[in-house]
């Protein structure tokens, strides 16, 4: 190395951003004025490193040749020249400048050289067969198993042959043939093992990486999915209460100057529908701040034994709502208690909005294993925009009903009634009940549908809140 030659640099090399690198020794290396100086250094070091590295081995094995040459058993001389044999350990230490490159050449020469060495009579050992062994440890490292084995059992059945038809006569036996034999079978071994473990740490480098980029993408998702959650909730939760209060609103401002006294029960409502929607803005946005458990939410979640409170809801609207059960009431899941809350929050909302009537029905019917829940107006037709006519832009009721129901395994479908009107009807699954639970459900049920036929013969003209059961 010439003292022009500058060191290896231990900083980085690409200089972080905003501070310039050090100017290099023009005797050092020319860089485009595109490439930074540590840059074209970095690029540079791949290249001469293992070219450095191959000569030094080389020559190294070139000076292990000449005590390889001399070597005899004890007791007798030199019956050939040693140059020979160095001559030939030289062009294979030559060769191995190139065995990166071309693996197969390099250990076919090498091969052919220390075949000549043996039928010139020299003794094989690992000081002569060096170079050979190197050659097939980069071969084992660069090709596939059965490439370095053809080469290995090849140069073995060509060394064991030449060594007994030109070998030293005093050789024992043994040594002719194991001798080649674990020279060239270890460094193939040793190679074919560096190999398979480089082979086993990219593999374990690519799962890494594809485990890091599922990680990702599914953050993604889940980020993408809270965010429609979030969407919906808010879209149900406002969208509602807006509605009522906007009714409200509208009939203050008709009966205040006729009738104070209903005007102001009017605004007492209109105050409570407002403080509901806040109080419910409030425990969706609520979520959001919690880093701890953000599955936990800060008050109940609401589901089916809330419909009768959310009937109500709607009775100054103008609208009367009846709910309906048929069948034995069976538990769903909370997600399914959500889904079906919302859904029917959702379609008396719009019933409000666009259908001309003032009486809807909710109907509850429960089957084995699924439970169909139909929101109807009984009379008059959707006013234009409304369920049935969603404007441009806008439908996202319908789009988070939907949504909602496919998230918990049910399905959604709305549409006009054939005698008018307009119906939004989903299917939603039941929890599959356990034998204690039926044991404990049945005794309940039978007490429950007895006074239900009492009331059975209310009048139709009041408006009823609560569920009965057919």
């Given amino acids: 190395m010439t003292p022009s030659t500058p060191a290896t640099p231990s900083t980085p090399a690409t200089p972080p951003p905003g501070r310039r690198s050090p100017t290099p020794s023009p005797t050092s290396y020319a860089p485009s004025s595109s490439t930074s100086p540590g840059v074209a250094l970095a690029a540079r070091e791949p290249e001469n490193r293992p070219r450095l590295v191959d000569t030094v081995v080389a020559v190294a094995l070139f000076a292990c040749s000449f005590p390889g040459s001399l070597i005899t058993f004890p007791g007798q001389d030199l019956e050939v020249p040693w140059w020979p044999g160095v001559v030939l350990a030289g062009v294979a230490c030559v060769a191995l400048l190139w065995h990166r490159s071309h693996p197969r050449t390099t250990t076919a020469l090498t091969l ?48 064991v042959a030449t060594g007994l038809i030109a070998g030293p006569v005093d050789e024992p036996l043994v040594l002719k043939l194991l001798g080649p034999a674990a020279w060239l079978l270890l460094p193939t071994a040793l190679g074919t093992a560096a190999r398979l473990r480089g082979a086993y740490m990219e593999a374990v480098q690519a799962r890494a990486d594809h485990a890091e980029r599922t990680r990702e993408e599914e953050a993604r998702r889940r980020v993408a999915e809270e965010r429609m959650r979030i969407a919906r909730d808010l879209h149900d939760v406002v969208a ?23 005007a102001a029960a009017l605004v007492t409502e209109l105050t409570g529908t407002t403080a509901s929607a806040l109080r419910e803005l409030k425990v969706t946005v609520g979520l959001l701040r919690q880093g701890d458990d953000p599955d936990r939410p800060l008050e109940p979640t609401p589901g089916l034994d ?34 079906a809350y919302r859904i029917v929050q959702e379609a008396l909302t719009n019933v409000t909005k666009h259908a001309a009537v ?68 989903t299917e939603l699954p039941l929890l599959r009940p356990s034998p204690s639970s039926a044991l404990s459900s049945s005794p309940a049920s039978a007490p429950s549908s007895a006074p239900s036929s009492a009331p059975s013969s209310a009048p139709s003209s009041a408006r009823p809140v609560h569920p009965r059961r057919i």
């Avoid at 094989?124 to 490292?141: D, E």
């Avoid at 809330?306 to 009775?315: D, G, H």
């Avoid at 829940?373 to 441009?392: C, E, F, H, K, Q």
Wanted: aromatic share 6%; glycine share 12%.
């Fill in 240 to 262: 509602h209460h807006l509605v009522l209060a906007n009714l409200q609103a509208g009939a203050v401002a008709r009966q205040l100057p006729a009738r104070p006294a209903e």
């Fill in 112 to 159: 052919l050289c220390a075949i000549a060495a043996s039928a010139l009579g020299y003794l094989l050992t690992v000081l002569l067969l060096a170079p050979l062994m190197v050659s097939l440890y980069s071969l084992a490292i660069r090709t596939g198993r059965r490439t370095a084995n053809t080469y290995a059992f090849t140069g073995i059945a060509l060394l």
């Fill in 358 to 425: 003032d009486t809807a029905v909710v109907r509850l019917t429960y089957f084995s294993d699924r439970l169909r829940i139909t929101v109807t107006n009984d009379a008059g037709t959707a006013a234009p925009g409304g369920p049935s006519s969603p404007r441009p832009g806008g439908g996202y009721g319908l789009i988070g009903m939907r949504e909602r129901a496919l998230l918990v395994g049910g399905h959604l479908r709305v549409g006009p009634r054939a005698h008018g009107g307009f119906e939004v009807a």
């Fill in 306 to 339: 809330r419909l009768p409170e959310l009937a109500a809801s709607f009775v100054n609207a103008g609208l009367a709502v009846a709910v309906i059960a048929a069948g034995e009431a069976r538990p769903l899941s909370a997600g399914a208690e959500l889904a």
